[in-house]
């Protein structure tokens, strides 16, 4: 990533809970990014296991959990959202998401990005697929005190009353 130029830098954020497939996910983004300098990695594990991930000339950012940690992922999405706001965009994907040819230039190209989220469906946040500028998360934040259950409802409504966009795009990027 050049940290000289964060102006349509985009932040992959990933919350693995005992999974190994988000290595799949990391490998995906990066073979079809059409410029390497554009993306970084923000990763949470929650594992017994420590997993170490490098490549070569990728920012990737690991933070460990224990498994039984008990926080809530909505919790554990703002922390990520927090560590990647230095970057332009941050994308919110589950572990297992596969990335098309370019991914980065498609979704940059879609237009008003710094008052739209893109997400899987229209008018609603799938807070399991991401997109959005940082200034959005650092105006209204993200429900974190929501433990389990509730956070696309109640980002989705922050969303609303605050005319900021939802549009659909298909989660496979």
């Not at 992959?12 to 059409?34: H, M, P, Q």
């Not at 594990?45 to 992922?73: A, L, T």
């Not at 572990?95 to 739209?116: A, E, Q, S």
Request: net charge neutral.
């Amino acid at each position: 990533m050049d940290p000289t130029n964060l102006e349509n830098n985009i932040s992959v954020c990933i919350i693995s809970y005992r999974e190994k497939n988000f290595i799949d996910t990391i490998d995906s983004a990066i073979l079809n990014c059409s410029d390497k300098n554009k993306i970084s990695f923000e990763i949470i594990i929650q594992d017994s296991n420590q997993r170490y991930v490098e490549r070569e000339g990728y920012e990737i950012n690991i933070h460990y959990r224990k498994w039984d940690d008990h926080s809530g992922f909505s919790k554990l999405k703002e922390f990520l959202f927090l560590k990647s706001s230095k970057n332009s965009y941050i994308m919110y994907v589950m572990p297992g998401t596969k990335f098309k040819n370019n991914w980065d230039v498609d979704i940059l190209n879609i237009k008003n990005l710094k008052k739209t989220i893109v997400t899987t469906k229209n008018n609603y946040v799938d807070t399991n697929f991401m997109f959005f500028h940082k200034s959005i998360f650092m105006e209204f934040g993200f429900p974190s005190y929501l433990k389990m259950f509730g956070e696309s409802e109640e980002f989705s409504l922050r969303m609303y009353m605050n005319e900021i966009k939802m549009v659909a795009k298909d989660h496979h990027v």
